[in-house]
């Protein structure tokens, strides 16, 4: 097809309805020009910008592009986070390889591209943001909407389309390896969080991907893959809700299923979930896109299909409508299950109508579609410098790592006013990576590198301290590596310690992937123990008498053993970034009064898994059980080094109907000497329903911000619908009965308890209803 002709076509006609411009490609194309949209290549960018080369993994078969070209391709899969390569470099690559798509096929269409940027964009040089369990730290959807909003503009400046997050996965058994990757313990909060990253990602043009849909995350015993076995109502009430959210409110384009079977039935082959729910019900209109390999497991892994053919039908037919990270099943063995007549080609033109609206959104099928990106526009013939972390970028980073950081204990020897010696243990005391989570592109792809430097500045906790308490004699000693079985360093560390003031111990994680590191995919625990020796090398510094302050960088919650009583302070960082070192030491010395709250609860013991605050009756401590699964520190704890009281709490009604609402308000004064941050949480408690239910839950929160002295008003309105769970019938009711509104500081820390009895006769709800509470906060 020439240019010319290529312009008159209809869809590339604007002024055409959109609808009727996929209508007309679709009629122009043939079965594999067709099935080459529903597929990515894998491919590495060029690190002298020329065009990209498929990346060959294991898993792939190799991929001919002269061959695949000519009938188009749907998406190119990470060509900045594959390796690194210079952002410039990388952008030209991009721009070339583009150019080559288009002119390869007749109907000049370009990939759609996409890239992982779960904790910041993965790409060498690249910002390196807090991990999302650090996000839900924070209870500060704005901050996460706006760091959102600059990584997408990262990624569209250099030509990327669409990206691989948020996970929305709940915590369920803080063993899993991901849990670093989640939000947090509660659906409400993930929710939340992951909804405000979803509007800064799509407003900035780039299409924002809901991941893992459904499951992922209550794997049997925290192992990764492992089944599932929950029940429609845990997955109805607490592993839905925060992707039901998500697409009702912030314009998501695209889901990723789960890897899961859930009892028996993969989520890459369940209609009812993909179409039926994802769609028919809930109204999403994007693409569902496979996890990497997901479609081929439905073979290899799940055993539910006895060929590739089958896996690629059964996934096609499900709802499934791009193959992912490359072209595998959807591609000689898709078109073979057609041509022998096993499946419907209108299913390929099902996908392909959602692929192809996609597409003409982004503006790829428009006749001005120009495969340069807006930071190679007017860069002349030489290759810029682009700078993806630049001080803004910085400075996002820096206060979302202060906000995160939660004090979880104190005996009031923080903030270290004077602390003329301080012995720095342990092995995340003098390294960058106890910042950084596996999706960090220095952990997740520059491991694999060690010859390339690492790209980013990031300091150390010791370079931190050494800046903040620049008067100050600190010694550090390592005393053991994170995941290690050695204690000949606990020596040094314990006559270092002997020496000084004040010790604190930086412990915890290293991320990595498949069991490189204590935490990430595959990264399973057995027990939430420190990893290696760390719990015997912090019993021994505390047995010393020393006062010991320990920092956790860590990607999921540890129990603590003595150091939940005998620490004289702790302090838990989720891996924060690389300006986490800075937030630490501002935390230590008061510089930064912390204000962070655990998303997930601290267990009291490392064995007592799996356990959450959300745990009906009988999944609490009991008499009936030697086990106590009671959490040291609970969901939504977090000290201040201000003192905050709460009073006047009170309610318009004691009654409301089964469709009316109740407004609740608590006063909440900072009578400290210093400005603060108080989390004002709101949690329902339902004492007697017709099925269990947990203690408690979460449904609004408030972060109030006062100065000293300063008092706020914060309001809640309650409707009924917040009150609604899966009832016995499958349907989500809203039951009349008595409830209490619980405000307080924590899960385990509530500061008024008001009744509220709903009247009226049960009425069912759906996907429409009121998902929040309306909620203010005024100056008294």
Not at 256 to 271: C, E, K, L, N, R
Not at 447 to 469: K, N, S
Request: with cysteine; glycine share 10%; net charge negative.
């Amino acid at each position: 097809m020439t240019e010319t002709t290529l312009n008159d076509a209809p869809w590339r006609d604007t002024a055409t309805a959109p609808e009727e411009r996929v209508e007309a490609l679709i009629g122009a194309m043939t079965l594999r020009e067709k099935v080459s949209q529903l597929v990515g290549v894998w491919v590495g960018a060029n690190t002298e910008g020329g065009e990209v080369a498929p990346h060959q993994h294991e898993m792939n078969e190799a991929v001919d592009l002269d061959e695949l070209l000519p009938h188009g391709l749907g998406q190119l899969t990470r060509p900045f986070g594959t390796a690194p390569v210079e952002p410039g470099l990388g952008a030209l690559s991009l721009q070339r390889t583009q150019e080559r798509i288009a002119a390869a096929n007749r109907f000049g269409i370009p990939a759609l591209v996409h890239e992982e940027c779960l904790a910041g964009f993965a790409a060498w040089k690249a910002t390196a943001y807090p991990v999302p369990l650090a996000w839900g730290a924070t209870f500060n959807p704005d901050l996460v909407r706006t760091m959102s909003t600059a990584i997408g503009s990262d990624l569209r400046s250099v030509g990327v389309h669409q990206g691989l997050a948020p996970v929305l996965d709940v915590v369920r058994d803080a063993r899993w390896g991901r849990v670093e990757e989640t939000i947090g313990e509660d659906p409400y909060l993930i929710g939340t969080i992951a909804t405000a990253y979803v509007q800064g990602l799509e407003q900035a043009g780039i299409v924002a991907t809901l991941k893992h849909f459904v499951g992922y995350s209550a794997s049997k015993a925290g192992r990764n893959l492992a089944p599932v076995s929950i029940g429609e109502r845990e997955r109805a009430d607490v592993l839905l809700p925060p992707f039901e959210m998500a697409v009702r409110e912030s314009g998501v384009r695209s889901v990723m299923h789960a890897y899961t079977d859930i009892d028996g039935v993969p989520t890459a082959a369940d209609a009812s979930l993909l179409t039926s729910l994802l769609r028919d019900t809930w109204g999403f209109d994007g693409t569902v896109v496979a996890d990497y390999f997901g479609i081929a497991f439905l073979k290899e892994l799940h055993r539910v299909a006895a060929t590739l053919g089958e896996a690629a039908a059964a996934a096609l037919t499900a709802g499934v409508d791009v193959e992912l990270p490359t072209v595998h099943t959807f591609g000689e063995h898709l078109i073979a299950e057609i041509d022998g007549g096993r499946l419907d080609e209108g299913l390929v033109d099902r996908a392909l109508r959602r692929v192809l609206r996609q597409k003409l959104d982004l503006g790829l099928l428009d006749p001005d579609w120009s495969p340069v990106p807006s930071a190679l526009r007017g860069s002349g013939a030489g290759v810029p410098s682009i700078d993806l972390d630049p001080p803004g970028n910085r400075a996002i980073a820096s206060e979302l790592a202060e906000q995160s950081i939660v004090l979880v204990s104190n005996n009031g020897i923080l903030p270290l006013s004077k602390a003329p010696r301080i012995a720095l243990i342990g092995p995340n005391a003098d390294t960058h990576r106890a910042f950084l989570g596996c999706y960090s592109f220095p952990a997740h792809v520059g491991e694999q590198h060690p010859d390339v430097a690492m790209g980013l500045t990031i300091p150390t906790v010791a370079d931190a301290l050494q800046r903040e308490f620049s008067e100050s004699d600190i010694t550090i000693a390592a005393g053991c590596t994170v995941d290690g079985t050695a204690t000949t360093g606990f020596d040094e560390a314990l006559a270092v310690a002997g020496g000084s003031d004040v010790v604190v111990a930086v412990l915890g994680d290293r991320a990595g992937l498949f069991g490189r590191g204590t935490s990430g995919e595959g990264c399973d625990a057995e027990s939430l123990a420190l990893p290696g020796v760390q719990q015997q090398l912090l019993d021994a510094l505390i047995a010393t008498g020393k006062p010991v302050v320990v920092v956790l960088l860590t990607g999921r919650p540890y129990a603590l053993g003595s150091a939940a009583r005998g620490a004289a302070a702790v302090v838990q960082g989720f891996f924060p970034g690389e300006e986490g070192a800075a937030a630490v030491a501002g935390v230590l010395s008061g510089r930064t009064n912390p204000s962070g709250r655990l998303p997930v609860s601290i267990p009291g013991t490392p064995g007592a898994q799996p356990s959450t605050y959300l745990a009906a009756p009988l999944a609490q401590s009991s008499g009936v059980s030697n086990i106590d699964p009671t959490a040291a520190f609970a969901f939504g704890h977090g000290l201040s080094y201000t003192r905050f009281t709460w009073h006047d709490a009170g309610s318009t009604a004691d009654t409301a109907a089964t469709d009316g609402e109740v407004t609740v308000t608590m006063t909440v004064t900072n009578e400290g000497e210093r400005d603060g941050v108080e989390v004002v949480q709101l949690y329902l408690h339902d004492p007697v329903a017709s099925v269990v239910r947990p203690v408690q839950r979460l449904i609004g929160y408030a972060r109030v911000e006062l100065a000293a002295g300063a008092s706020a008003r914060v309001a809640f309105t309650v409707p009924a619908d917040v009150t609604s769970f899966t009832g016995r019938d499958g349907a989500r009711i809203v039951e009349p009965g008595a409830l209490e509104l619980r405000l307080g500081a924590s899960s385990s820390d509530i500061r008024a308890a008001l009744p509220l009895d709903l009247t009226g006769t049960v009425r069912t709800v759906d996907h429409t209803r009121r998902l929040h509470c309306d909620v203010r906060v005024s100056a008294v």
